[in-house]
């Protein structure tokens, strides 16, 4: 019988060998015994906690998604004044922290991209990812821009992330974290800049504006 208080430690240390045995032989080729293996467990311990292979690498998918999201919460408590820039450059750098560009880390995500076009859980996972990106991103820029400008920066932003971390991944040289920043910060400023645009001033609307970007501020809060 388990001792109380081992399912998460043994849950974590699967996580971890699972990201181990990708960075080695990749998704295809990380069996349940080389997973066991690099945990120092039996196989069936897989099986009773994951059921099966494809169970493990969803949990080592959430665990990767759960690192972004409190990596950019942390960030996101850190900061000193409230404004759209200040928002989105913490959503920039999570996606490009320590913690998802390593070795391990990177294989993995791009493994779990191949993975989800044909397995309808890891692709459930994916899209939650992507919306959760896209619709954090849209709320920053709905605090300046219209709802139809603001969407289509979200997107921009978005696929501009996702492009350089992609690029990156598959250089095969060091992550350089600070031109993949530079870059998606160049695009942000250059959107942010369409709030004085006076295309996009539109008196009527600006009430609805202000009371918009309240209501953002009130539940981040």
Not at 163 to 169: K, S, V, Y
Request: charged share 20%.
């Amino acid at each position: 019988m388990p001792k109380v208080g081992m399912q998460p430690i043994r849950r974590q240390q699967l996580i971890e060998a699972t990201l181990m045995a990708v960075d080695q032989v990749g998704m295809g080729d990380a069996s349940i015994a080389l997973i066991a293996r690099l945990a120092g467990v039996s196989n069936g311990i897989i099986s009773h906690y994951f059921q099966d292979k494809n169970g493990l690498i969803a949990a080592t998918m959430r665990y990767l998604m759960n690192v972004l999201i409190d990596n950019v919460a942390a960030r996101r408590q850190a900061l000193t004044e409230d404004t759209p820039r200040a928002h989105l450059k913490v959503i920039v750098e999570g996606n490009f922290d320590a913690s998802q560009v390593n070795g391990p880390a990177m294989k993995t995500w791009l493994a779990f991209w191949a993975a989800s076009m044909h397995q309808p859980s890891l692709h459930r996972l994916q899209r939650i990812n992507d919306h959760r990106l896209y619709s954090n991103l849209c709320c920053q820029f709905r605090r300046v821009l219209p709802l139809p400008e603001a969407r289509s920066a979200a997107r921009g932003l978005a696929a501009l992330i996702d492009g350089l971390w992609l690029r990156g991944a598959l250089s095969g040289d060091a992550f350089d974290t600070d031109q993949a920043q530079q870059i998606a910060y160049e695009y942000m400023d250059s959107q942010l800049a369409k709030q004085s645009s006076p295309a996009l001033q539109d008196p009527a609307s600006e009430p609805l504006r202000v009371a918009s970007a309240k209501q953002a501020g009130a539940q981040r809060g």
